[in-house]
């Protein structure tokens, strides 16, 4: 480790590198151990918070923008923590020459999202740097919520069963064409979306182990982040995982794999087999939620094996490269 | 406004307009309203958030680094918002090819600085970017501290004491000629640091009004806009203003005014006249504020009038221009 490679912002194996060897190195703060999305912080009413820098390229792409991904990627990591997001900061970083216009644009779509999420915007800051010296414009956003249920991978228990809010790998493959300029029409948009509406109800399910939104690295790097942190192995099945037809489509023709790709409108939830149905029809009952499916199960052992629809069984590991760099 | 221009980042008047005509056209919270630099978060025990994003160019100078001043502004915005800092995120951009020795010794600083201040990093982001994308490292600190004192300008009343806590424009001076690599050796060095140790014990002095870290824009600009959210007017003596003689030199060689220059570890405080003796035996028993002066006074009327060293009096208004982009 010498330089910064584009890797290690991937999500996969050199990000975690970065962080273990390098930040919590120095970082040396207990409440950043658990490494998942929302901290928890002590206090009369127990609050999480989450912090998120994007940096999307392109900046608009069909099904959102920059903007409305920094609002959705933040309200949904609180979300998935058992906290429900209340306010919302947000820092930019502009280039000089961004046309206002666009930044407008980017960010009447964020009070839209705050606003769909019940999300307060309540600090901010702007700063400009040269032509160059940034690609138009980088937000970050940072979350607070109410913590309502504790969630962790350690509730998880074998023979657990392993939840997707719906279709896997539309953000990416949204970002791939809209960057490349493909002349294909597959009509495939970002999920770009706050899932708090959809999410906050299952709060009250008793059998709710632990949830993750599968952004960077998509649903085989959360869970095997899952696996690693519950001590518990995680058996998926390839012919269960909602993947729309046009992304399977690109998929094959761009040599990704659909379950390592980003979401940005997507959960995957891990719960009792027992409260399976419960978390099914309430999903089911709202619209970002009607094509959630089970697509797997908790298991003894370690690591995420996933059998494949010819019926052999693969190992998923940790992606070294990034097939999509700057795809949040 | 067509686009964005490098004054758009300068504090001054280009920010307040892209902030009023834009930002807060669509952010339409109530919370984000007051302009302050942390907004209180209603909740059982009442949090301060606050949210900055540094860009410093260059990323190491004399007296710190973007690291060090990551920690110790967002720290300062808490303190002089009357909360006690407890919490920080961090959020990390990356340019592809930056030395990792770099990165590690702006971590280590940011580590440092935050014990100093008493508080703990709870949350974390990194995101890489292509090489020419970024300018080395960007870095987000949003901050959440356990309100202790209400301050607000509209406390002010008419003949209370203005003070700012020690030598002001060391930081943009420092900044300015790291930049330059001027051949001089001024030996002055950026003030950067955290002040919530020399601040905090001033949220028990009865008078105290409103504190304010003169960053962008320096001293001149927090107190037009003080004056503005007062309603009240400033009167500033050119000759009690602590300059250090280096810092006048230079700013006389390159025409910089110091009272709108940067500074990263002071704060200007507004106390009535009965507890100045009290604010000021504070700050004087402690290292960061042992230059502590009284400059001027709040007056009926309004803006800021300065009364120079010969006796004249001129009016001092928000800079259109930046003299120094990318002080912080």
Redesign the interface.
């Known amino acids: ?9 991937s999500g996969g194996r050199l ?1 975690k590198e ?2 273990e060897n ?2 919590l190195k ?7 151990k658990s490494l998942q999305d ?2 928890y ?1 002590p ?3 127990k ?1 999480a ?7 999307v390229r392109p900046r608009f792409f069909p099904g959102g923008n920059i903007g409305k991904l920094a609002i959705s990627g933040t309200v949904n990591d609180l979300t998935v923590s058992g906290a429900v997001p ?2 919302i ?13 666009e ?2 644009s980017i ?2 779509s ?2 839209e999202t ?1 606003k769909e999420a019940g999300v ?11 032509k ?4 138009g414009v ?1 937000i ?1 956003t ?1 979350g ?1 919520g ?1 913590l309502e249920r504790e969630l962790s991978p350690e509730h998880a228990k074998p023979g657990d069963v392993i939840i997707v809010t719906g279709y896997v790998g539309d953000h990416g493959i949204a970002i791939s064409i809209a960057r490349e300029g493909f002349e294909v029409e597959t009509g495939v948009e970002s999920d770009c979306a706050p899932l708090s509406s959809l999410l906050v109800p299952l709060f009250n399910v008793e059998g709710l182990r632990w949830m993750r939104d599968p952004t960077r690295g998509g649903i085989a790097t959360v869970l095997i982040e899952f696996s690693e942190a519950s001590n518990l192995g995680v058996r998926l099945y390839q012919d269960k995982i909602p993947v729309r037809e046009q992304v399977q489509f690109v998929c094959e023709m761009l040599g990704y794999d659909p379950l390592y790709l980003a979401n940005e409108g997507k959960a995957v939830i891990v719960v009792s087999e027992e409260h399976a149905e419960e978390v099914l029809k309430i999903l089911h009952s709202h619209p970002l939620g009607k094509n959630a499916s089970v697509i797997g199960e908790v298991t003894e052992g370690e690591g995420v094996t996933l059998v494949t629809s010819v019926g052999g069984e693969r190992r998923l590991e940790l992606l070294e490269e990034d097939p999509l ?2 795809i949040c």
């Open positions: 480790m010498k330089k910064v490679e584009i890797g290690h912002g990000t970065l962080i390098l930040f120095h970082f040396d703060f207990p409440e950043l929302s901290t912080l206090g009369h009413r609050i918070i989450t912090t998120d820098s994007y940096v209340k306010f900061s947000a820092g930019f970083i502009l280039e000089e020459g961004l046309p206002i216009e930044l407008e960010v009447s964020m009070a705050a307060s915007i309540v600090a901010g800051d702007t700063k400009v740097v040269e160059g010296s940034c690609d980088y970050n940072t607070v109410y760099p700057r």
